[in-house]
């Protein structure tokens, strides 16, 4: 069936037309090949009854979202990112109790603006008094007691040197007497005077 | 407001396909898959995949050649999926791809006889060659459209269109006398 591209698609569109439309006469291959799709035809038009007793599936179509309630999920869940990123990442305060006295328990003074004494004070929160772990004997303190002069000589270095980090412009004069002071302790160190 | 008339308008259109098309699209798929629970599945696929592509859509060609052409991708998908190795063009298809009556006396299908007469004369088909006979019959598709459907060039789909009809010739000759 070596025919031009045209001729072969015009025949096939001839022997391939709906049952019931009867081309015009045919050569015999191309009558040979309608009775084919004829037969052809019956056998899907009798499978198509057959399978055609089961109702068809239903196709919903889907309900029609409405932009209002997008745009509020999405202001939704953009607000709890936001509580959520706050709630991780913004500083928070200490638990310091906030109390807001009664107006009358603190409006002493009658000539203060009404707005100061309605404003809340912030009271610290009473250290704990633990009870004492152990009474100590009058006589064992008296031993315990130690007034050791190097100990305030200690005090008074390292009360030199802190003064000392904390500024530069006094600290030639406090230098140097810190260092005198080194020198000494040096000194009645090394003559086991101490 | 525009946007609910157009909403409105798309949903009579598609919901309007199924009821003139529906049947058509079903018994396209019947004849590919070979499964009625199957066949209704991809049917709601493809009405599922026109309604989502609504937007795109443009009025050429017949509604119910856009429908056929959607009916066979999803067909060629389903097949790629169950069987990765194979698809509708492959000779392995029918080796793989039995009817199963099983699943269809659970539906309710009884197999008359001319469905299996139907069955035994794709079988005798390649894949290609029946889905060329079965977009030509379902969907009155010209054979430029079946070419561009199955990817080729014209003359491929009418090569594959004639020997379809001489194979399916020697099964089918002066079976059926009367006229249609």
């Known amino acids: 069936m070596n025919q031009p591209p045209n001729e072969q698609l015009k025949r096939l569109e001839q022997v391939t037309s709906p049952p019931h439309q009867e081309p015009p006469i045919l050569d015999e291959t191309t009558a040979g090949l309608r009775e084919s799709w004829k037969g052809l035809a ?16 239903t196709f919903a179509v889907p309900a029609r979202r409405s932009r209002v309630w997008i745009f509020a999920s999405v202001s939704a869940v953009s607000a709890m990112i936001l509580v959520a990123i706050g709630w991780k990442y913004l500083p928070r305060q ?12 603190t409006n002493t003074n009658q000539g203060k603006a009404p707005q100061e004494t309605q404003m809340p004070r912030i009271v610290p929160t009473p250290k704990p008094v633990l009870p004492p772990l152990a009474v100590v004997d009058e006589s064992v303190k008296a031993n315990i007691a130690w007034d050791d002069p ?13 003064r000392a980090k904390a500024g530069s412009s006094w600290a030639d004069g406090p230098f140097r007497i810190l260092s005198w002071r080194m020198e000494q302790m040096d000194l009645e160190l090394n003559d086991e005077a101490l | 407001m525009f946007a609910s008339f157009d909403h409105r308008r798309d949903a009579q259109r598609v ?11 079903r018994g396209y798929l019947f004849a590919l ?8 599945d991809l049917t709601q696929d493809v009405f599922r995949k026109a309604w989502q592509a609504r937007g795109s859509y443009q ?122």
């Not at chain 2, 898959?33 to 209704?40: C, E, Q």
């Not at chain 2, 069987?83 to 099983?102: K, S, T, Y």
């Open chain 1, 42 to 57: 019956i056998l899907l038009n009798a499978s198509d009854k057959e399978i055609n007793k089961n109702p068809l599936p």
């Open chain 2, 59 to 180: 009025e050429q060609g017949t509604p119910l050649a856009y429908l056929l052409r959607i009916a066979d991708r999803v067909a060629c998908d389903w097949s790629r999926r169950v069987r990765p190795e194979l698809n509708l063009d492959g000779n392995d298809w029918r080796r793989f791809e039995p009817a199963a009556e099983e699943s269809d006396a659970e539906h309710g299908l009884h197999h008359a006889e001319a469905v299996d007469e139907l069955m035994a004369a794709l079988d005798q088909l390649s894949a290609v060659q029946r889905r060329v006979l079965l977009l030509r019959y379902y969907g009155d598709l010209s054979f430029t459209e079946i070419a561009t459907v199955l990817n080729c060039p014209l003359n491929t789909a009418l090569s594959h269109c004639r020997r379809a009809l001489s194979t399916l010739r020697k099964m089918l000759a002066g079976k059926f006398e009367s006229p249609l």
């Open chain 1, 150 to 162: 190097l100990d305030e000589e200690i005090a008074a270095a390292q009360n030199e040197l802190v």
């Open chain 1, 94 to 105: 200490s638990p310091t109790k906030v109390t807001a006295l009664p107006a009358a328990a």
């Open chain 2, 15 to 25: 919901t309007q396909w199924m009821r003139d098309h529906g049947r058509a699209v």
């Open chain 2, 33 to 40: 898959v070979r499964r009625l629970d199957l066949a209704d």
